[in-house]
């Protein structure tokens, strides 16, 4: 069975870091793409970033660029996050979500609990 479970939330003021984790079981860590998603309150869900299989290639959106730090840890089957530079706009519930596809990594097949990040001062 697929588990995904994230940590690592919490209240930051603004300017400050957090790092997120998500511990995976259930299926073969290596062959799969992993993401980062969020949802603001009210809002939409926003991709934030992805890592391939191995961690040798990383994508961000726009607004993470430069601030947050996706990776990987193979020995523990962990997905991180590492989160600088927040702003009030990162106030959310962070999900991590595995690829469906081997092959692929534009579609999820399994999603985490989530983790609340609060950015406020």
């Known amino acids: 069975e697929v588990q995904l479970v994230e940590s690592g939330g919490g209240l930051v003021q603004p300017g400050g870091s957090l790092r997120l984790s998500c511990a995976a079981s259930g299926f073969i860590f290596d062959d799969y793409a992993m993401s980062w998603v969020r949802q603001a309150p009210g809002k939409g869900l926003e991709w934030v970033s992805a890592?391939?299989?191995?961690?040798?290639?990383?994508y961000y959106a726009e607004s993470m660029k430069g601030r947050f730090t996706i990776s990987r840890d193979s020995a523990k089957n962990t997905l991180n996050l590492q989160m600088n530079s927040l702003k009030s706009e990162d106030t959310a519930v962070y999900y991590c979500?595995?690829?469906?596809?081997?092959?692929?990594?534009?579609?999820?097949?399994?999603w985490g609990q989530g983790t609340q990040v609060t950015v406020s001062s």
């Open positions: 890592i391939n299989w191995n961690g040798d290639s990383t």
């Open positions: 979500a595995k690829a469906a596809l081997v092959t692929r990594g534009d579609e999820y097949d399994y």
